[in-house]
């Protein structure tokens, strides 16, 4: 939650045990899911999304990889954060 929160994202997309871990606390943050590989008892929302079920609403729709530059953003990465809060490092 704090990741999420910290560096202002919008949309996190990842895999279930990751949703698994942030889905009881959804309702505080201004973050809409895409999460792959749910389990059956997956309730989607307005805000929770199966990422299968996004890709199904388009299945003719084209994907362009954009090309990056060396300078991009492309990930953060969180510390362990060993003297209060964890510090995001931007990676290029």
Known sequence: RYSITDCGAKV?????????????????????????????????????????????????????VVAAQAEDPCLIL???GSTGFPKGVLHR
């Open 12 to 64: 996190a997309i990842c895999d279930h045990a990751r949703y698994a871990l942030i889905e009881s606390v959804l309702p505080e943050m201004n973050v809409s899911v895409i999460a792959s590989a749910t389990g059956p008892d997956f309730q989607g929302s307005e805000r929770v999304q199966r990422f299968e079920d996004v890709l199904a609403r388009a299945p003719e729709a084209q994907y362009e």
């Open 78 to 80: 969180y510390t362990s």
